[in-house]
């Protein structure tokens, strides 16, 4: 089985790269398409985690915050009662990057503990 998403390495990108294709894109939600992200306007990854209340909203906004520091690849994210939402994409290059598709992975393994019983 191919490694997960969620266990490989950030890669490093560099503003010479060109975003990813439609083809390409389209294969790489395929690794999250957990019904959590959706690409928009072949941009960006969006994707809508529900949780508890405000407290596991912040939380949980708290440990993406430090992931992305660790990787220094940063998402935006809104965060509300019960909801964070969050959009990726690679500001180098302004579009989609592979290390967005493994960010969203990463992210989608810290929701394992915030998801509502
Ligand atoms: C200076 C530049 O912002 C940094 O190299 C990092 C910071 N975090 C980043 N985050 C994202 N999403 N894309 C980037 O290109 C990026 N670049």
Same mark, same amino acid.
């Given at each position: ?7 490989r390495e950030c890669e ?24 959590? &992200? #959706?690409?928009? =306007?072949? *941009?960006?990854?969006? +994707?809508?985690?529900? $949780? !508890? ?18 990787? &220094? #690849?940063?998402? =935006?994210? *809104?965060?509300?009662? +019960?909801?964070?939402? $969050? !959009? ?14 493994i ?15």
């Open positions: 089985m191919s490694e997960s998403f969620a266990d490093a990108c560099t503003s010479e790269e060109e975003p990813l294709t439609e083809d390409e894109y389209d294969e790489y939600v395929e690794q999250i398409d957990d019904g959590v &992200w #959706h690409i928009v =306007d072949g *941009h960006h990854l969006r +994707g809508k985690y529900s $949780v !508890e209340d405000f407290r596991d909203a912040l939380e949980f906004t708290y440990e993406i915050g430090e992931l992305a520091e660790e990787e &220094w #690849h940063h998402p =935006d994210i *809104h965060l509300q009662w +019960g909801e964070v939402t $969050v !959009e990726m994409w690679t500001h180098k290059i302004d579009g989609l990057h592979l290390t967005d598709f960010m969203a992975a990463r992210m989608d393994r810290i929701y394992e503990k915030y998801a509502p019983e």
